[in-house]
């Protein structure tokens, strides 16, 4: 899924502080799952602004709402009427959300509430940690089912760097070092001979690198 | 392994002598003589001296421009690269670059995470990895061909170097990760520093196992210990250094003043030890901002002089 965090009230409230009819809208799919984008959050940075303006002596009206996903046409249905209430929007959805709500309303300014992290997993309750960063050749039937891209600090595709210490990566005494993550898992399959196998020169024409990314399907297109 | 460069380093190993190389940190401006002067504190010491590439991630002059410095003063340079800061243009347009002023040696490295220095807000590049670049000035070199599949009309002349860190986790990868990098095309490694002999001679014993020992030529890393405080950062503080607390006694155990002296000791007689271990093709003496002591250390060490090659 994709992990946001909120931004700082402040942040949010130097953006709006000049309109009157603010709308602060969540999104309940990815981001809900870290409790940071939800509808639910919406409706509590909603009344903390509403605070705020309390305490700032202005009269900005602000009100929440929020749909199931904000990156598909679908969902929005049910919203038009509280987006065209609006003068201005503070999406809590990931940065997609927040574009693809800027795409549909031109003349709407759309405010990110959230900064968009990453891609990741739940760990545990309340711990989330990065993935992958959908560079479109996947490499993980190499590397033992670990991203050497998302999880090693240099992103070397035939690691370890020579800094990796007890299993710790040379830039953080807490986060795990990708390689010996890799290697522990390669030896349990008894795949090791797999480490030795060079991973060439990667093609990153299908990551970022290559400008922004578009997958059409024609099959199932109406 | 035959002659493929001009690169005197290899001439030397190729011999079957020791050969000594050192490394010189440029500076954090723009004067010339901040090169210029570490170089001839040690010049007729050493066969080449390595030219580091924003070492820890501090921004300082480029590595290219000073391997320059150093050529145009008569003297060998290694040029190293990491591939933390450039993608794969201009890797190997550097490449080019270097091998246009004759510079016939690279060390070929990922580098520090730029966590460590001075831009730690700055992107790092990795288009390429160590091993990865290692492939591509090989092929340059060999198959006179660009990344991209085009021809290159005059190849770079390249003597490909890189480095070892047998003391870095896990273990046991560390044999296969230089299997690795000779596989990829490494003619010659510089070792991390070593402090742990026991360690390396393991590692050395693997390599040996394998025979890897006869398919390059390893230049065992040593830096002289200035204090014992340093001896506690480094092994404390530094990732993937591996220091003996015995070693940190020993230098505690000397009067404050004495200790860099006991440090000097302590590098000449891993470095005596060393020497009859099978596969040692020679050191890498990286005297950190102690430029001066190099002389000495090699002196003492029985490896002064240094040879001569016809060019
Ligand atoms: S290899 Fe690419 S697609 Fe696969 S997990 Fe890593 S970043 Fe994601
Ligand atoms: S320590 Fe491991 S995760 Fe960190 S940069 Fe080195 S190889 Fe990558």
């Known amino acids: ?222 | 392994m035959s002659v493929k460069t001009p690169s005197k380093l290899e001439k030397i190993l190729a011999s079957g002598q020791l050969a000594v190389t050192s490394e010189c940190g440029p500076p954090r401006g723009s004067d010339p003589e901040d090169i210029t002067r570490k170089a001839e504190l040690i010049k007729n010491h050493v066969d080449a001296i390595n030219i580091t590439d924003n070492q820890t991630s501090v921004t300082r002059m480029c590595s290219l421009a000073a391997c320059i410095r150093l050529k145009l003063m008569g003297l060998e340079p290694v040029l190293q690269m990491v591939t933390r800061d450039r993608n794969r243009i201009a890797i190997q347009s550097d490449i080019l670059g270097a091998a246009s002023f004759d510079i016939n040696n690279m060390l070929c490295l990922s580098g520090d995470h730029q966590s460590f220095g001075d831009c730690k807000l700055g992107q790092n590049v990795h288009d390429l990895d160590s091993i990865q670049l290692i492939q591509t000035v090989r092929m340059m070199r060999d198959e006179a061909k660009f990344l991209g599949g085009d021809d290159i009309k005059c190849p770079p002349k390249m003597f490909v170097g890189a480095a070892a860190n047998p003391f870095a986790d896990p273990f046991e990868i560390r044999v296969p990760r230089l299997a690795k990098k000779i596989a990829a095309g490494v003619e010659f490694i510089q070792t991390q520093c070593i402090y742990n002999l026991d360690k390396f001679e393991k590692w050395m014993e693997g390599v040996r196992e394998r025979g890897l020992h006869e398919k390059v030529h390893i230049l065992a890393g040593l830096t002289p210990m200035k204090s014992a405080g340093m001896a506690r950062y480094m092994k404390n503080r530094v990732p993937g250094m591996d220091v003996p607390e015995e070693l940190v006694k020993r230098l505690a155990g000397v009067p404050k003043e004495k200790q860099a002296q006991e440090g000097i000791d302590i590098c000449i007689e891993s470095i005596q030890r060393l020497k009859s271990v099978d596969g040692v093709h020679g050191f890498h003496v990286m005297a950190i901002e102690w430029e001066e002591k190099v002389p000495e250390i090699v002196e003492r060490a029985g490896l002064y002089p240094r040879p001569t090659i016809d060019k």
């Open chain 1, 1 to 222: 899924m994709i992990v946001g965090q909120q931004k700082p009230l402040e942040e949010i409230w130097d953006m709006i502080k000049d309109h009157s009819r603010v709308l602060v809208f969540g999104c309940n799919t990815c981001v809900a799952v870290c409790q940071q984008g939800g509808n639910k959050e919406a409706e509590i940075i909603a009344s903390l602004l509403r605070m705020k303006a309390t305490q700032e002596g202005l009269d900005i009206e602000i009100k929440d709402g929020g749909i199931e996903r904000q990156c598909e046409h679908e969902f929005f249905e049910s919203a038009t009427k509280s987006l065209e209430w609006a003068d201005a929007v503070v999406s809590t959805a990931c940065g997609i959300g927040v574009q693809f709500l800027a795409e549909k309303y031109e003349s709407l300014p759309v405010y990110p509430g959230l900064n968009t992290t990453f891609l990741g997993a739940v760990e545990k309750f309340g711990v989330y940690t990065e993935r992958c960063q959908a560079c479109g050749q996947c490499v993980l039937g190499l590397t033992g089912g670990i991203c050497p891209i998302a999880r090693c600090a240099k992103r070397l595709m035939n690691g370890p760097c020579g800094g990796s210490t007890r299993g710790k990566c040379e830039i953080n005494k807490d986060l795990d070092c990708a390689w010996q993550l890799i290697i522990d898992r390669l030896k349990a399959m008894d795949k090791m001979d797999n480490y030795e196998k060079i991973i060439p020169v990667k093609d990153w024409s299908s990551d970022r690198a290559g400008g922004p990314r578009k997958f059409v399907r024609e099959d199932i297109q109406v």
